[in-house]
């Protein structure tokens, strides 16, 4: 039995750590894409993308559609996460600068952390909050450290907060829903979901794709497929095996390899004020994903020798 719950726990983890860092490759394809693409045409883009992967797994793997009992949630996670969550992000960074909408979004696993610990019934593990605090000081730094003069517009601070919530709302009714369909279910229903209520923007993706040059479009898929198809079935299947506190925690190492890849990819070196949030944040999530140790239980007493 700990043979099994082992190597459950180690494949959760395995699929966590591709989440995040998929999740933090995304912040780098959106700022080549966002240039090209209004904030509701990329979303639309994305998720198209993302569903016409998602679907051809459905098929490959025969699952077909989820049960009744899961719809509520899926629904919740299609308009809230895949469709709200991406439009207003990617509309809120175009009024905010980069270190102001990171301080913002990452709100978003605190209010899982309460809104899990409320509505699921998961209680509030002290090592948890202490590595959501830890992560939350560290994005505040690294937001702090990449900030501009200071002139966020109002619109783009609401536009982040909206996304935080949707963020949050839709992790929570995740939860509920892998409670009766599966993590790809899940995530590809959720996805088209997303794409349905991003269909306003349809016109606008017509008209930019047109425009747009070869490597931003590319972009734009390469979010649909992995940022979206693969890190959000990833995630399902890890935020089935564990609590929606702890994955949202988890997230908290998305602030850190993003600083990491842009110092590859783009050449924009950090300061030491930014090295050090990120430092921080993953050591929050490190001390969410510990656990406390087990009592040691006195056996009886031996007889002298």
């Known amino acids: 039995m700990n043979g099994a ?75 809230l996460w895949f469709g709200a969550y991406m439009v207003l992000l990617n509309w809120g960074e175009q009024e905010v600068d980069a270190g102001t909408a990171a301080m913002v979004v990452n709100v978003g696993p605190v209010l899982i952390a309460l809104l899990s610990g409320w509505l699921l019934r998961e209680g509030f593990r002290p090592r948890v909050l202490a590595g959501i605090a830890v992560s939350f000081a560290g994005a505040v730094v690294v937001g702090l450290s990449m900030s501009g003069a200071g002139h966020a517009s109002v619109l783009g601070v609401l536009m982040c907060v909206g996304a935080a919530v949707g963020y949050a709302i839709g992790v929570v009714a995740q939860k509920t829903a892998l409670r009766h369909g599966s993590a790809l279910q899940v995530t590809t229903f959720g996805c088209l979901v997303g794409t349905v209520a991003c269909l306003p923007f349809a016109g606008q993706l017509v008209s930019e794709l047109g425009a747009a040059p070869l490597p931003a479009t590319l972009n ?34 998305v602030p850190a390899l993003v600083i990491a ?18 430092a921080l944040c993953l050591a929050g999530v490190a001390v969410s994903r510990t656990r406390p140790r087990a009592p040691v239980l006195a056996g009886p007493a031996s007889a002298p020798a």
């Open 220 to 253: 734009v898929v390469y979010l649909g497929v992995f940022p979206t198809g693969l890190a959000f079935t990833a995630w399902a299947y890890a935020l089935a095996r564990t609590t929606a506190a702890q994955m949202g925690a988890t997230t908290y190492a």
């Open 261 to 278: 890849m842009s110092w590859l990819l783009l050449g924009e070196v950090p300061g030491w004020l930014t090295f050090a949030g990120g």
């Open 5 to 79: 719950f082992g190597a459950t726990d180690r494949r959760s983890l395995l699929a966590a750590a591709v989440t995040v860092v998929l999740w933090a490759s995304a912040f780098v394809a959106i700022r080549s894409a966002g240039t090209h693409y209004s904030p509701g045409a990329l979303a639309l883009g994305r998720l198209f993308a993302g569903s016409v992967v998602l679907v051809l797994l459905l098929a490959v793997r025969r699952e077909g559609w989820p049960p009744r009992a899961a719809w509520p949630g899926i629904v919740v996670v299609g308009v």
